[in-house]
């Protein structure tokens, strides 16, 4: 299950995911999905997500589901800014101290048609640097749309030794 409310909207989500005993994506998101792009603010963008999350996979875990059946999502683009966005890529290695796997979504996101200036449909290039970026910053799994030019990328930079493990 990939929750982008991290089991939050939904008071019955949670219990129902650890009955049926499946993995689940707690997602970070910043505000109601009709207004978390106006203008959001963060202290610190990082804190404020790493403590989110970790409530979340608090009351995941409060709720039945098993924690080795937990991964995190810092929800790129959602209820972020351009620079929130790009200082949590910076920092995503942070994220790995809640002992999660982590997911990471850049694919066609619109931070990275504000640094190209491409439209969606033009930026291949753009999301396989920032899944290979994620990845080399800890990333377990990155979610994608160009799924066979992502895998090449990832083929390649580990076949020349740059993978981190």
Not at 26 to 40: I, S
Not at 87 to 110: C, D, H, I, T, Y
Request: avoid cysteine; proline fraction near 4%.
């Amino acid at each position: 299950v990939n929750d982008v409310s991290g089991l939050g909207w939904d008071p019955l989500s949670a219990g129902v995911v650890a009955a049926a005993g499946v993995p689940v994506v707690l997602m970070h998101h910043h505000g109601d999905p009709t207004t978390m792009q106006d203008a959001p603010r963060y202290g610190d963008v990082l804190v404020e997500v790493y403590e989110w999350l970790e409530e979340r996979v608090a009351a995941a875990e409060a709720a039945g589901i098993e924690r080795s059946k937990i991964l995190v999502d810092p929800g790129i683009g959602f209820g972020k800014s351009v620079a929130h966005n790009l200082e949590l890529l910076r920092r995503q290695r942070e994220l790995l101290a809640l002992g999660r796997p982590l997911l990471v979504g850049w694919s066609r996101k619109s931070t990275l048609g504000a640094i190209t200036g491409r439209a969606v449909g033009e930026r291949l290039t753009a999301s396989v640097v920032a899944a290979l970026a994620a990845v080399q910053s800890g990333a377990a799994i990155v979610r994608v749309h160009d799924v066979a030019a992502t895998v090449d990328a990832l083929k390649v930079w580990r076949a020349a030794g740059l993978a981190n493990g």
